[in-house]
């Protein structure tokens, strides 16, 4: 890096960097991905050639990653080869490491904790939701049941409200308690950094509970109470692959909302 220039000339270089290879291999990619989908789409029952929520899933965490591995690269001060390339054969996975100092690391597992506590809090008003009223998260159900069950009710619709506000609050409160240690360990600062690891970490762990230990084990057991009236024996009750897709949106959308957040509160803090 050139000696005296600024934060944000060294940012944009950064990104600079990241993009000009980013964004023509993403470009390539999702071409051959297309044109892999038509040949399939020949062969394969049910398979479409494009599927534009997996593409952008896919494009948003592979443009997430050619970011973070420049970054990385130039966190740490590892020379770059003439084609842009971090030097050495170590790779992405040796900077990351080594960039994860004795003040990340903490960050990383207080958010595992508090990212476990968002996780079981939520899950339990999800379920106490499928339970007493499945229709209110009838839009978080696959395309053919929401089909076959029609629009929702107007007592659902007015239920909806509060359950949001609730999950909403109650995610809001668990945020603002998992920071207030790190402020005070921090002396009253939050650098964009530990704001951004924090919340990408808790938010991911939510992501992936949600997956594996909430949608997968209830497709996998079918309860009778998550069963709209009328749908039964729909195949969206056994379809893996729509909570999988919404895993991968989910992703993408963690980092962004991580990313925006972690700015906001760089700059109160």
């Known amino acids: 890096m050139a000696l005296g220039a600024r934060p944000d000339q060294v940012f944009w270089l950064m990104l600079q960097r990241g993009l000009t290879l980013a964004v023509p291999g993403i470009a390539i990619s999702v071409g051959l991905a297309y044109g892999a989908g038509r040949v399939l789409a020949n062969r394969l029952y049910e398979v479409s050639a494009m599927d534009p929520l ?63 506590v968002l996780s079981t809090v939520l899950a339990a008003l999800l379920l106490a939701v499928l339970w007493m009223n499945p229709e209110i998260l009838l839009n978080d159900y696959p395309p053919d049941i929401r089909t076959r069950f029609g629009p929702m009710s107007e007592r659902s ?79 969206g009750y056994k379809d893996y692959w729509f909570h999988f897709r919404g895993f991968l949106v989910g992703a993408v959308l963690v980092f962004v909302a991580s990313g925006a957040m972690a700015a906001a509160i760089a700059a109160v803090f």
């Open 54 to 116: 997996v593409l952008t899933a896919a494009t948003g965490l592979v443009f997430a990653f050619a970011l973070a591995e420049s970054y990385i690269s130039d966190a740490t001060g590892r020379p770059r080869r003439s084609d842009g390339g971090a030097a050495g054969g170590v790779g992405l996975w040796a900077d990351f490491w080594r960039s994860m100092d004795a003040l990340t690391w903490p960050v990383i597992r207080h958010a595992l904790v508090y990212g476990a």
């Open 157 to 235: 619709k007015r239920q909806r409200i509060p359950v949001a506000l609730l999950m909403g609050a109650v995610s809001l409160a668990i945020v603002i308690a998992s920071f207030s240690t790190i402020r005070t360990n921090a002396d009253g600062t939050i650098p964009f950094r530990t704001a951004f690891v924090h919340l990408f970490v808790m938010f991911s762990v939510f992501n992936v509970v949600d997956l594996l230990l909430i949608d997968w084990p209830l497709v996998a057991i079918g309860p009778r109470f998550i069963v709209l009236p009328g749908t039964e024996g729909s195949a």
